[in-house]
Structures are given as C-alpha cells and as structure tokens.
C-alpha cells in the first residue's frame, strides 16, 4: 500500500507567524476565488484529501484576532463543484453545536462532491470560544470528549437513517419515500436526545470518512475509538499505529507546532516519508502554508517516482481503502 498524500488548508497558514509575514492579502482569504485556487491546485496533483482548518473563535495570537475565517464546511461545499478528485475534508467542531445540524451539512458536502466528503472531528475547551456562543461554560476535557463521542454515534446513526433505496418516486402511487426504509435513530444520551430521521437522503458514500487528530495520549484513546483515519505527530510508540503523519513544511525556519516541523528540503521530506512510511505510517498531512505549490509540483511527482504515492480514483472512503458503508438499520432488519 502507498502512502495517502494530503495537504492542510487554513486560511491563516500554520503558524502566527506566518501570517503577519504572508504575501497573501488578508482579505482575500474571504473570497471563493482564494480557496478555488487552493484546492483546485490540491485536486490538479490528485492528492488523497484535503483538511480545511476551523475554529469558533480567533487564532490564540492576539495580534490576529481581527482576522477572521470562514466556516469549512461551506468552504468545502463551494469548491466541491470546481473539483473531480481531491477528498474535502472540512474541520467542524462538536461543542457547541448540534450534531443533527452537524450531519445535514457533512453530507451535503458528500453530495454536491459525488462522494468525496469527510468530516475532522475537534472539540473546543477554549473559554473564549464559550463565551462568544454564550451557551455554557466550558467543560471538562474528559466531558469534552464523551460529549464528542456522542456526536460522532448521533451523527453516524442519521447518515443511516434513509436506507439506499428510500426514494422511490413511484408516479402511479403519489409516493415519493417509501416510509418502511427511514428510521428513526432514538439516541438517548446525557448530552443529547434525538430522533431522527435525517432530512438528507443517504449520501453517496454513506458514511463519511471521520478524521481526527491524536497529538496527545489522551486524544489517541478518543480518536482511535471514534475515526477511521487518526492523524499523529511521528514520534517512537506512533508510525506502527495506522495514522497518517501530521507535517509542517517550513523549509530553513523552525517553528513551534504540535505536529512534526521539516525545516529541509522537498528531497529530505520525501526520504522522511519513506522511513515513516517504513514503520507503518499510512500517509502524510502536510501544513504547506504559503509553498503548496511545492507539494503538488515536487513532492507528489518525487513520491510517484519512487512508487510511494499512487493517485487513486473513486469515493473518498475507496481512495482510503476503507469498505463499504453497510447501513446499520438494514442490518438489524436482517437480523431481525
């Protein structure tokens, strides 16, 4: 198996100080011209997937506080025409947020990509963040992340609420859904009660991918248990988990991240890779900031050369190898 090549997406770059020193123009980030351009140079290079970074509040740099951002799953939802290949990937955050909504506007995004949607999963223990919802005070990081659980299992439960074959359009009739294949989900948790069904059909892929980020001990239990792809900082005890590699690109300048900084060369990175790959990494999330273009011009071609990149076709979730979405309620009705 070659490694999945993705690239990290964030308005702001990776880092504060990347984005006092952009030849970007801090405006521009607003426009759909701006992330056309970006994805569609992803999409150009057929790179697995791309992640779009979002947060509620600003960055933790006050000097940037003015700057804004976008919401990703819009973003994501606007570029998915523009593209044919590339997955979207958009972050969308559980606190705060209702997971029915959350489920309606992922699987939007799997519609209008023809199945190229996935969903990072983040939590939000900021007090600031809080404060401008205005809804609670903040909890507990191990709240955080039992809350999260119950939005991933909600969220999963209405992506399968319409079976495959709800919409019949039956003319003689007048029947449009066939009521027999929509279910209602009934979660009953501490943090959320729902219903269901949900209002969009199943989408193409069924269940989106579900992507998290494991940089802490702590993390890697919630996110190995909750998503089909975990993203880790490389370190001794990571790369023989099956995770793809979080990496900053920021070639002769060494900054501070929780992911692992590449300070050298395209050459160096892609040797890199292939050590990682080696050990058990299954791909590589590159934070390119403003050298992207070096990731789809270089990289992706130097990788292809060495046969450790493989562009692949179809939905998101067969480019990852993961198997078909069965709908669970289909299955109970077989075992019923």
Not at 63 to 71: E, I, K, M, N
């Amino acid at each position: 198996m070659t490694l999945h090549l993705a690239v990290a997406l964030d308005g702001h770059g990776w880092h504060p100080a990347a984005w006092r020193t952009s030849p970007v123009d801090p405006a521009a980030i607003f426009t759909a011209r701006y992330w056309t351009r970006l994805v569609t140079e992803a999409d150009s290079a057929e790179l697995d997937f791309v992640t779009i970074e979002d947060t509620f509040g600003p960055p933790s740099d006050d000097s940037a506080r003015v700057t804004g951002r976008l919401d990703a799953v819009l973003v994501a939802a606007r570029v998915a025409p523009v593209t044919r290949h590339v997955g979207l990937v958009p972050v969308a955050t559980t606190t705060h947020t209702e997971p029915f909504h959350l489920s309606t506007a992922l699987a939007t995004v799997d519609w209008v990509s023809g199945g190229r949607g996935g969903w990072q999963v983040r939590v939000s223990g900021r007090p600031e963040e809080a404060k401008l919802l205005g809804r609670r005070s903040v909890l507990k990081i191990e709240e955080l992340f039992a809350e999260a659980a119950d939005v991933v299992e909600v969220v999963r439960r209405l992506w399968d609420s319409w079976q495959d074959d709800a919409i019949i359009k039956d003319v003689a009739t007048g029947r449009f859904i066939d009521r027999d294949r929509l279910h209602y989900i009934d979660f009953e948790g501490k943090h959320f009660s729902v219903r269901g069904p949900s209002i969009v059909p199943r989408s193409p892929q069924g269940q989106l991918p579900i992507f998290a980020l494991a940089h802490t001990p702590e993390v890697h239990e919630f996110a190995t248990r909750v998503a089909d792809v975990v993203i880790v900082t490389p370190t001794p005890g990571t790369l023989d988990l099956p995770g793809v590699a979080d990496v900053v690109f920021s070639p002769g300048a060494a900054i501070e991240s929780d992911a692992h900084v590449h300070t050298g060369s395209i050459g160096e990175l892609a040797d890199l890779l292939a050590d990682w790959h080696a050990l058990g990494a299954t791909g590589a999330r590159i934070r390119a900031g403003d050298h992207l273009e070096a990731i789809t011009g270089e990289l992706a071609p130097l990788l292809r050369e060495r046969g450790l990149f493989e562009p692949r076709g179809g939905t998101l979730r067969e480019r990852l190898g993961l198997p078909p979405a069965t709908n669970r309620y289909v299955q109970e009705a077989r075992v019923a």
